[in-house]
């Protein structure tokens, strides 16, 4: 039945997240026959229904609206027992505990540590940007030239001049709201102005604001700087655009909106189906590439399921003339390395040799929370989930030494932290002070309860800090030969093992990242609340080394790394176009081609890198 | 994108079964929750002495939470929610306890909070805790897990024994006390983030 959807496509793309969809919507538009195997379910008619699983689910987490069901009959869902299974951040937990981080029963990725890979992702339509926050920030010119500017890492094999074009046209495919003149520090010029003007500032972001004249941070590399909030760029509406309604403040970007005003690729998708010339064979998990004698990807083997837990209803092969792998940076590599043959001893995409990288170089923005309350109220929980934030610091001489680092100033209370305003009510109620904010533990009730939380709550404040992480060849991913069938999925296949790991560089970036934290804090009035990392949490580490205190960080959601482009295939794995070095009609596409994170949000910038890829594919492999 | 917050709850107890085996209506299909078929069809089944219990459960209510009578259930309600919260309390063996007294002196609605909140029987106390998270948050605790949080505090957050409905969740209080809406249940329009809210009596009296 996937086969009939489609004969002979011309182009078989294996992931619908945006970079998948962006391509095919612009193969589509160029006449070009597309089919797309998406291994989570279809697109539905709206919204409403993964609205309505988040309304009324006990744990909101990113994953929480969309399937398979986070929960089974006996806690998380073994992911064993499901066909496209993810990780979720419910699976971070320390040894032992719930959610236990290495435990296979609970955790869909095999973490080999020494240290927790905290970010996680969907498979299903439109990918992971169904929960993403938005955020839409180029990269500045020096994150394409890390080896030339600070001699450190590799150079990408472009530059910001040759994206220039493709950032203007991404931020008009998927609707940024921002201002030019904002947004044009550290070198980032502009061709165009955005397609809708900015999102306001919060009022939390004007309080911070107010405190940068005065701010000093001292030894991190930022003496002198001149601090500066910033409005976020986002695809988020501030007119209607694209037949979607503007931001009401819902506060609620990750998992869901709940009327669609941020951009999700299910936009995209729809637009490319109604070229007439793609097609989407869903609940399809793409399972082996198949190479030929020339080197050419001759085909990729598919097992279609109807339910998230049931048997396998078809198994088959497709062919195309040309091949596009748009999983993300964790289940791209995980295919590739699936897929060893004869022809591809080490896996598709990965030399002959030992020299492949393909799995190597896995980054995310491992990021550091700290939280505060204000001397006066700046009511948190309105507006977009982050409206603003500060990006001044993220260039300069320090990136010889430690990961530079961009600030994002939460609207969301400390909802991020302790999952308030939950925890802070209950530590009221029932005279607790968890939240640190109930000295002496005093329950109330009526008018004093409302009274002392609304003062509370209406001066909670956080802000993350996204870290530049090394790219190291030890952080990666693999997939054995050899796994029992524990640490397989439902359909036999063997799950992602993650080995992962920060870097000294890594480790002082989050380290200046806390110094930083605390200035801003005292520059604000503020009184820190940030808590103490517990020692059995799998993602801290000590700081400074060899001491008892710790530094936490979390994952940002941001997949990178993996499959990385460069000029050569003995150090990456793709070009510049995200053709694979190895296979001329194979294309690897999405963050897992960025040699460096830098610290902009991916998204953009991926989707740009789509955008001309796709003009490459119409304008070479079908001229 | 954006960083997750890892959370260590524990799996809920069977979710929401309760309500969904009585509600058809809860697969919802509108945006946002309405009015169910469980609230229709409670109303259908009460008695007089129902109803008058439910309004007295109202009044001791709104001197637990400190929100106003009138805004626990206003005039205009299609949701409904006093209806659920009444009958998830109803189904802990305290209840006639809690209710007993208020019905003593249903004029004195602070001093039944105060009596409530400082019984020597456990049972009620937990419970009165129990009713205020649920106006407040829309999930249920437990009483006796309360009273285990207070004999041993666990480190936040505090997994709750459930959520009491997907329309629970946009009805809660805390929210409103801080000026603002549930998270993914807005009603404001573009740009109100850039302004200061309402005076807090706007939200709750």
Known sequence: ?623 | MRHYAPINLHHPSKPFDKYRSAESGITVTTLFPGPNSFARSTAAQTTAADDADRALFITLSAALTGIAKERLSPAVDPIQINRQYFAQAKTDPAFDGLMQIIRADPSNPAAAAEKVLNNSDSNIKYLGRSIILMWYLGVWYAPKKLENFNSSPPKPPYPPDKVISSAAYTQGWTWRVAQTHPMGYSELLFGYWSKEPPALDAFIK
């Open chain 1, 1 to 623: 039945m996937c086969a009939e959807r489609m004969p002979n496509p011309d182009v078989l793309i294996v992931g619908s997240g945006i970079a998948g969809v962006l391509i095919a919507r612009q193969l589509g538009r160029a006449g070009k026959k597309v089919l797309i195997l998406e291994a989570g379910e279809a697109l539905p008619a709206d919204i409403n229904g993964y609205m309505n699983t988040f309304l009324a689910a006990t744990a909101k987490v990113p994953e929480s609206p969309y399937p398979p069901a986070l929960f089974g009959a006996n806690g998380l869902t073994d992911p064993r027992t499901v066909n496209a299974g993810r990780p979720t951040v419910l699976s971070l937990g320390a040894k032992g505990k719930f959610g236990d981080w290495q435990d296979p029963k609970q955790a869909y990725l095999i973490q080999k540590g020494p240290l927790a890979f905290g970010s996680t992702y969907e498979r299903i339509n439109g990918g992971t940007v169904r929960h993403w926050l938005g955020t839409s920030l180029r990269f500045v010119p020096n994150d394409f030239e890390m080896k030339s500017r600070f001699n450190r890492f590799v150079d990408w094999p472009i530059k910001y001049r040759h994206l220039e074009r493709w950032y203007r046209d991404a931020e008009k495919d998927i609707g940024v709201a921002a201002d030019v003149g904002d947004q044009n520090y550290l070198g980032i010029n502009f061709s165009s102005n955005y397609p809708m003007p900015r999102i306001p500032l919060s009022l939390v972001d004007m309080e911070v604001e107010k405190a940068m004249p005065n701010l000093k941070v001292a030894g991190v590399g930022l003496d002198g700087l001149k601090w500066k909030v910033s409005s976020t760029p986002a695809a988020r509406n501030s007119q209607p655009y694209q037949a979607r309604r503007v931001c009401a403040g819902n506060t609620n970007c990750i998992p869901i909106c709940p009327i669609q005003a941020k951009y999700d690729p299910s936009v995209t998708l729809a637009e490319a189906l109604r070229t007439g010339n793609v097609d989407v064979s869903y609940k399809t998990v793409a399972s082996k590439v198949h190479v030929d004698g020339n080197g050419r990807v001759s085909g990729i083997d598919f097992i279609r399921y109807d339910k998230d837990d049931g048997d396998p209803v078809e198994r088959g092969r497709l062919t195309a003339k040309l091949y596009i792998l748009a999983g993300n940076a964790i289940e791209t590599p995980r295919l590739l390395l699936m897929s060893k043959s004869e022809q591809t001893p080490n896996g598709v995409a990965n030399r002959r040799d030992d020299k492949g990288s393909v799995g190597k170089y896995l980054m995310d923005h491992p990021l550091y929370l700290a939280w505060a309350l204000t001397d006066k109220p700046v009511w948190g929980y309105r507006g977009p989930l982050s409206t603003a934030g500060i990006e001044v610091c993220r260039d300069g001489g320090f990136r010889r030494e430690r990961g530079a680092f961009r600030i994002e100033i939460g609207n969301e209370g400390w909802n991020f932290p302790i999952q308030d305003p939950d925890t802070t009510t209950v530590d009221f109620v029932n005279g607790l002070n968890g939240s640190g904010l109930n000295d002496g533990s005093k329950p109330l009730f009526g008018n004093a309860l409302a009274i002392a939380l609304n003062d509370k709550l209406s001066r909670q404040f956080r802000l993350g800090f996204l870290v530049e992480q090394s790219p190291d060849d030890s952080n990666r991913v693999t997939v054995p030969d050899q796994v029992p069938d524990e640490l397989k999925d439902h359909l036999g296949l063997p799950r992602p093992h993650i080995t992962y790991d920060l870097s000294d560089y890594t480790k002082r970036g989050l380290a200046a990242a806390k110094t930083t934290a605390s200035a801003i804090f005292n520059s604000m009035h503020a009184k820190e609340f940030t808590s103490k990392p517990e020692a059995d949490d799998p993602s801290t580490f000590e700081w400074p080394p060899g001491q008892t205190t710790r530094i936490k960080y979390y994952g940002s959601g941001h997949l990178v790394g993996t499959h990385r482009m460069g000029e050569r295939s003995e150090n990456s794995v793709v070009d510049s176009f995200q053709r694979s070095h190895d296979h001329d009609n194979l294309y690897l596409v999405g963050s897992g081609s960025f040699p460096t994170v830098a610290t902009a949000n991916p998204t953009l910038t991926l989707a740009a890198l789509s955008l001309r890829t796709a003009d490459q594919i119409i304008s070479k492999d079908f001229k």
